[in-house]
């Protein structure tokens, strides 16, 4: 059973960090594209960050330069660094998995964290 577990999501100041996390399980975590997706209220799931199993990260434009993205393997865990928050990055935060082989891909989710931006 896959299951992808998100925690650290909460209230925070504009300004302020908060660190995100996911812990898989029932994947062979080093072989998937993982990243970290956003939903506010009334709008499109988006892309944050991702990052591959070769390390290549890529991030929305809107995150550049105060979000990071990183994985460890071993752990099999996925984290998100978020610095100078904005009340436009509340929004659930959602964890991904993603794997594309010939003739099937694989495609997870996690439940989601709340992060609320507010003072």
């Known amino acids: 059973q896959v299951q992808l577990v998100e925690s650290g999501g909460g209230l925070v100041q504009p300004g302020g960090s908060l660190r995100l996390s996911c812990a898989a399980s029932?994947?062979?975590?080093?072989?998937?594209?993982m990243g970290w997706y956003r939903q506010a209220p009334g709008k499109q799931r988006e892309l944050v960050a991702s990052?591959?199993?070769?390390?290549?990260?890529n991030k929305a434009d809107s995150v550049k330069g105060r979000f990071t993205i990183s994985r460890d393997n071993a752990k099999s865990t996925l984290s998100l660094q978020m610095s100078s928050l904005t009340p436009e990055d509340s929004a659930v935060y959602y964890c991904?998995?993603?794997?594309?082989?010939?003739?099937?891909?694989?495609?997870?989710w996690g439940q989601g964290t709340q992060v609320t931006v507010s003072s």
């Open positions: 991904n998995a993603y794997r594309r082989m010939v003739l099937k891909e694989y495609d997870y």
């Open positions: 990052i591959t199993s070769g390390g290549t990260t």
């Open positions: 029932g994947i062979p975590f080093g072989f998937y594209t």
